[in-house]
């Protein structure tokens, strides 16, 4: 089973494919961040992400997706555009047929580290630690996507 994770940002916005194998560990295919141009209109961040997506889930097909919930953001702004930005991941997800799952910045934490307040170094070192991996995954939103999918694996049984 594939799994698309995926942390939402509009200026930045993190994904990975992890695959889960019976009765073995969770093995990271392939992560990143796709980067939009500062000076752009949120509308055309929002096809650029689109376009992406819609290109990563057609060439990795994965079988599941899981993204980050909303958090709660003391600048409005970028709450709202990180709405928009999770809008138009759901939106590709769903045309694509693929089973939706959202977890919290908390769960997240908390399923990684045992811990919800755990830090992003924190979190790093789980999501590092799990997959057996010594390279560091940068940057840190490429991170979150790998750790929302971890969560998403330990959540669902397959």
């Known amino acids: 089973m594939k799994i698309l994770g995926i942390d939402?940002?509009?200026?930045?916005?993190?994904?990975?494919?992890?695959?889960?194998?019976?009765?073995?560990?969770?093995?990271?295919?392939?992560?990143?961040?796709?980067?939009?141009?500062?000076?752009?209109?949120?509308?055309?961040?929002?096809?650029?992400?689109?376009?992406?997506?819609?290109?990563?889930?057609?060439?990795?097909?994965?079988?599941?997706?899981?993204?980050?919930?909303?958090?709660?953001?003391?600048?409005?702004?970028?709450?709202?555009?990180?709405?928009?930005?999770?809008?138009?991941?759901?939106?590709?997800?769903?045309?694509?047929?693929?089973?939706i799952f959202e977890y919290t910045p908390l769960q997240v934490k908390s399923s990684l580290t045992g811990f919800g307040k755990a830090d992003k170094k924190q979190v790093e070192f789980m999501v590092m630690n799990i997959l057996k991996i010594k390279t560091k995954i940068k940057p840190d939103d490429a991170v979150d996507a790998v750790a929302i999918a971890l969560t998403h694996s330990f959540h669902k049984k397959h």
């Open 8 to 99: 939402p940002g509009t200026g930045r916005l993190g994904w990975s494919i992890l695959e889960i194998l019976p009765r073995s560990k969770p093995l990271l295919l392939d992560c990143g961040c796709i980067e939009t141009p500062v000076k752009t209109t949120l509308p055309k961040r929002l096809k650029i992400i689109y376009d992406f997506l819609t290109e990563l889930v057609r060439s990795s097909k994965p079988d599941q997706f899981a993204i980050e919930s909303l958090f709660f953001s003391n600048n409005a702004k970028t709450a709202i555009d990180v709405g928009a930005a999770r809008g138009v991941a759901i939106l590709c997800a769903e045309q694509h047929n693929l089973p």
